[in-house]
Every structure is written in C-alpha cells, then in structure tokens.
C-alpha cells in the first residue's frame, strides 16, 4: 500500500499567497541569489507585502 502525503491547506494557502506576492513585487530569477532571494519572498511574503525588501547576494 502506498503512503500518502498530506500537505496542510493552510501551508499550501501561504505558498500560493507568496507566489503571487513574489512576482507581483517583479522577484525575478536569473541567478542563483536571486533564486534564493525568490524562495525567500515566498516563505516571507508578509515582508514584501508590507514594503519590505529583501535580497541574497553571494
């Protein structure tokens, strides 16, 4: 028998949020920082939203 996974819908909820507060902010990903900085616009997304920046450079 399989195992199933079970995600959250308040998790998928926030992810789905972030997404949209991500690009509609112009996150881009080009590079690997500005991946790193997008997954984190997305995990953070009520910075952002609050007119908040964020950005990893290395």
């Given at each position: 028998m399989?195992?199933?996974v079970q995600v959250p819908?308040?998790?998928?909820?926030?992810?789905v949020v972030g997404i949209i507060v991500a690009l509609s902010k112009s996150?881009?990903?080009?590079t690997g920082s500005q991946l790193v900085t997008f997954v984190?616009?997305?995990?953070?997304?009520p910075i952002p939203l609050l007119?908040?920046?964020m950005t990893v450079q290395f």
């Open positions: 399989r195992a199933r819908i308040v998790a998928l909820i926030w992810l996150y881009e990903v080009h984190l616009a997305v995990t953070l997304w007119g908040g920046t």
